[in-house]
């Protein structure tokens, strides 16, 4: 748990589930607060049986719950919200993605915490948002890269794809802590009195995710064609296999780089002089006739002296890695990325979250069994496990 760092002395009240909100309360919580993660006592969080990879316990979980207490509570028994209501009382934050209208169910809408717990800063992650056709929709990561266009745009022509991580999820919780920590922010400088409250949906996240794309066809009236690691908006820019039998990926962003590109990485002065590929308009016009040139040159080299020509002539290059190849990569080694966290099924390693705050370690605490910390939460609101007042 954490007791420094710039959320320290904040405690969040997580009912949650899969991504989204616990990527929320985990960013929270790598930033020093307290989270009290309440599950069913049957089974808890659905994420820690997605899988059992690590050690008995899913992979999403493990990644999205480090340093959380594990609360479980039957909420759908009045002893079991009267405890979640002792929680909320000296809770300042309750995030939740629940599905629609559970929160109203249960009489713990953002409506009703302004009236139960008027301190309380409510958030609520959900698909689509209130107020649309959709509102009643369950939403997944999936469904809602599907719905915003997000499919659309990644993959091949023909051959719509998601994306691989869940972005849908990972942002909006990303979103939801960002706002939390501005509310938190008005409050601590005295002009944040009262109820708030906090509405993020998968949907809306998305579709500003899909802001260069809608833009584009806003203005143009074209659904951009999907380019496979590749952007419609660019070019060149893509991978390229070597003739080591490895891809690399080189991408320019502007003209001048073009001409670095042609005439120092590749050795074609004509190519740079080509009208064709004189703007990014038309080098993305003719991708294909550019694409072939480069592969080309690309396939006589191996990978270590395309990289090393690139990076000479200042331009941007990566090496496509598997998961497997990052596990090992150099870059995170060498910056001391990684951590052990404890779960219970022993140690596990696990990277360091992205900001690095001067001065600030994140505590990268354990994951929680399920129910592991109920006694002792229990106990701190006078209340044994058996449920007598202490």
Not at 223 to 244: H, I, R, W
Not at 359 to 381: F, K, N, Q, R, S
């Amino acid at each position: 748990m954490g007791t420094t760092g710039p959320l320290a002395g904040i405690t969040v009240v997580a009912l949650e589930q899969a991504v989204s909100a616990p990527m929320c309360t985990r960013t929270l919580g790598d930033f020093g607060a307290r989270v009290i993660k309440v599950e069913n006592p049957e089974g808890g969080d659905f994420a820690r049986h997605y899988d059992d990879v690590v050690g008995g316990l899913g992979a999403h979980f493990v990644w999205a719950n480090r340093g959380k207490e594990s609360v479980a509570l039957d909420l759908k028994t009045p002893a079991g919200m009267a405890v979640l209501h002792r929680l909320l009382d000296r809770a300042d934050v309750l995030v939740s993605n629940l599905t629609p209208g559970a929160t109203a169910k249960l009489g713990i809408s953002p409506a009703d915490l302004a009236v139960s717990h008027p301190e309380l800063i409510a958030v609520e992650i959900d698909g689509y948002g209130a107020g649309g056709p959709l509102s009643h929709k369950r939403a997944y990561d999936l469904l809602v890269q599907a719905e915003s266009g997000a499919c659309a745009t990644t993959g091949l022509p023909g051959a719509p794809a998601k994306a691989g991580p869940p972005i849908a999820d990972v942002c909006s919780g990303l979103y939801a802590a960002l706002s939390v920590m501005a509310l938190l922010h008005e409050r601590a400088r005295g002009r944040g009195d009262g109820p708030a409250a906090v509405a993020v949906s998968l949907f809306d996240t998305m579709t500003e995710l899909m802001g260069y794309s809608l833009t584009y066809t806003r203005h143009t009236g074209v659904d951009q064609e999907p380019v496979g690691m590749g952007s419609p908006a660019v070019a060149p820019y893509g991978a390229y296999a070597t003739a080591d039998g490895h891809t690399v990926v080189l991408g320019t962003t502007n003209d001048r780089e073009w001409q670095r590109l042609a005439r120092e990485l590749l050795g074609r002065p004509d190519l740079a002089d080509d009208a064709r590929f004189a703007t990014n308009s038309g080098r993305v016009e003719h991708r294909s006739a550019l694409d072939a040139e480069i592969g080309a040159w690309c396939a006589r080299h191996d990978l270590a002296h395309v990289q090393d020509s690139a990076d000479a002539a200042g331009i941007g290059n990566s090496r496509l890695n598997s998961p497997s190849n990052v596990l090992a990569h150099p870059q995170l080694t060498a910056r001391d990325r990684w951590r052990r966290v404890d779960t219970p099924g022993g140690p596990v390693p696990a990277l360091l979250p992205p900001a690095v705050l001067s001065g600030y370690e994140p505590p990268m605490g354990a994951i929680p069994a399920l129910g592991e910390h109920t006694a002792a939460v229990l106990a701190e609101l006078g209340i044994s496990d058996e449920g007598e007042v202490l």
